[in-house]
C-alpha cells in the first residue's frame, strides 16, 4: 500500500508540469499578443503614411493637353509588359532600338502603353526634360531602375516577421515611395510628359478597368484622367493585390478614385489597352505596333510531375500561365481581328519577347545577382531579335518623316 511519502514525488512532478505548461501557454499568448498588436502598428503606420501622401491638397495643373495632331494616318504604338523588375529586360531591347534609330524611345513612337512595370517605364521614358526632349534614354534608365526597384521592393526585416513574410499582409510596405519618387523626378504632372502615355488599372470600388493617361479623351465615356501626378500614378502602377497594399489616389482636384490595383490582375500584355487607347486618342488611324515582353513563361510540364500538386505549387504556376496565354491571346487579336469597317486594328505588329528560365520570385528579386541576370537576358533577347529591330527602326524612322508606305510584318520570326 502506498505510503504518503511515495506521492510526495508524483504531486510534485504533477505539479511542475502543470506550472510548465501554464508558463509555456502564458508566454504563446503574449508573444501573439505581441506579434497581433505589433503588426497592427506596422500596418496601420504603412495606412497613415500612405493616406498622408495621396490626400495633400493638390492644384489643378493649368497644362491639361488633348493629344498632339498627326497629320498621317499611320500611328506608331509601343506596348510593354508587366513584369516588376523584369522591366530591365525590357529596358535593354529599348536600349538596342535606340541605337539602332538614334532616337530616344519617345521620340520614335506616337503613343506609348504599358501594364505595371511597363506602365512606369512608359511614364519614366516621357518625363520632360529641360530642353523639351525625353528627359531619359532606355539605356539611362537602366541604373535608375536598378535604384527604384530596391525602393519599391524593400522589405524591412521587423515588417516581414510581422506579417510572416508576405503570408498575413502585404509582402512590401511601400512606406515613404512616394516622397522617394518625386525627389528622383520631381512632382511632374501627367500632362507634361512629352508624349500621349495610356496604362490600365483596375478601380475596385468601380469594378471597372481605370485608365491613367497623359492626353484627354473626347469621349468621357472610356472611365481614366489626365488628372494625376506622376509620383501617384507609378504607385498606382505597381499595387499587385496580396503584393503592396491597396491605394486610393487623389487627382489634381483633391478627388479620389477609390480602391486602384494593379492591371496585371487582367491585363499582363496590353495589346487590347493599347489598341484601346491610341484609337481614342487618334480615332480612325491605322496602327503599327511593337510589343516587348518580360520573359514570358518557359514553363511546360507533364502530368507525372504535377499530379501531387496541391495550391501552393499551383498558385505560382498558375499566375504564370495566366499572363502567357493573355499574351498569346492579345497578340492574336491585334493581328487577326478587325474594326468594324473591316481595317485590321494592327496592320504592322512586332512582338519581341522569350521565355526566361526564372521563377515567379524573379519578378521582385532585387538582389545585385538576379537583375545583372536579367539585363544579360534583356541582352541576348535583343541579339536574337537584332535583325527586327533593326526594320523596326527604319519603319519608325520612315513613319515619322511621312513615308507610311511599309512591307507588312504581321509575326516575329519564331512566332505560330
Known amino acids: 500500500m502506498p505510503t504518503s511519502h511515495d506521492k510526495t514525488p508524483r504531486r510534485v512532478a504533477w505539479r511542475t508540469l502543470f506550472r510548465g505548461f501554464a508558463g509555456v501557454t502564458i508566454l504563446i499568448v503574449i508573444m501573439l499578443a505581441i506579434f497581433v498588436f505589433g503588426r497592427q502598428r506596422v500596418v496601420t503606420s504603412a495606412r497613415k503614411q500612405l493616406a498622408a501622401a495621396h490626400t495633400l491638397k493638390r492644384t489643378i495643373s493649368p497644362h491639361n493637353k488633348v493629344a498632339e495632331a498627326i497629320d498621317r494616318d499611320l500611328l506608331s504604338v509601343l506596348v510593354l509588359d508587366g513584369g516588376g523588375i523584369r522591366g530591365l529586360i525590357t529596358l535593354e531591347i529599348l536600349a538596342t532600338l535606340e541605337e539602332a534609330s538614334g532616337q530616344r524611345t519617345a521620340e520614335l513612337f506616337d503613343v506609348l502603353t504599358g501594364t505595371s512595370t511597363g506602365g512606369i517605364i512608359a511614364v519614366l521614358l516621357s518625363l520632360p526634360g529641360e530642353d523639351g526632349r525625353p528627359r531619359y534614354s532606355a539605356k539611362e534608365l537602366v541604373n535608375f ?30 512606406i515613404g515611395l512616394r516622397e522617394k519618387i518625386v525627389n528622383r523626378i520631381g512632382d511632374v504632372h ?10 490600365p488599372s483596375y478601380a475596385d470600388t468601380l469594378g471597372l478597368p481605370f485608365y491613367f ?9 472610356v472611365p481614366g484622367s489626365d488628372e494625376y501626378y506622376v509620383a501617384d500614378t507609378l504607385i498606382a502602377a505597381t499595387t499587385v493585390p496580396g ?55 518557359s514553363s511546360k510540364n507533364k502530368v507525372s510531375q ?7 505549387q499551383w498558385l505560382p504556376h498558375v499566375l504564370q500561365m495566366m499572363a502567357h496565354a493573355d499574351t498569346a491571346f492579345e497578340s492574336e487579336f491585334a493581328i487577326d481581328d478587325n474594326m468594324p469597317d473591316g481595317m485590321p486594328i494592327c ?52 513613319i515619322r518623316n511621312g513615308k507610311v508606305e511599309l512591307v507588312k510584318k504581321s509575326k516575329s520570326e519564331g512566332e505560330p
Open 145 to 174: 531602375y536598378r535604384s527604384f526597384g530596391t525602393d519599391v521592393f524593400s522589405v524591412p526585416g521587423f515588417y516581414s516577421a510581422f506579417t510572416l513574410n508576405g503570408i498575413v499582409g502585404p509582402k512590401f510596405p511601400r
Open 190 to 199: 501627367m500632362a507634361d510628359l512629352v508624349k500621349p502615355v495610356w496604362f
Open 213 to 221: 493617361r497623359s492626353r484627354q479623351v473626347p469621349s468621357s465615356e
Open 243 to 297: 503584393i503592396f497594399m491597396p491605394v486610393q489616389v487623389s487627382s489634381t482636384d483633391g478627388k479620389k478614385v477609390g480602391l486602384i490595383l494593379d492591371a496585371t490582375t487582367y491585363a499582363p500584355n496590353p495589346v487590347i489597352s493599347a489598341v484601346m487607347g491610341a484609337s481614342n486618342l487618334y480615332p480612325g488611324k491605322r496602327m503599327y505596333m511593337v510589343s516587348i515582353g518580360t520573359g514570358g513563361s
Open 306 to 312: 504535377v499530379s501531387d500538386w496541391g495550391l501552393a
Open 347 to 398: 496592320e504592322h505588329f512586332y512582338r519581341i519577347d522569350k521565355p526566361f528560365e526564372g521563377s515567379w520570385s524573379s519578378w521582385f528579386d532585387v538582389s545585385d545577382a538576379n537583375m545583372d541576370s536579367l539585363i544579360a537576358f534583356g541582352k541576348d533577347v535583343a541579339t536574337e531579335h537584332d535583325s527586327e529591330i533593326e526594320q523596326i527602326s527604319r519603319d519608325l524612322l520612315n
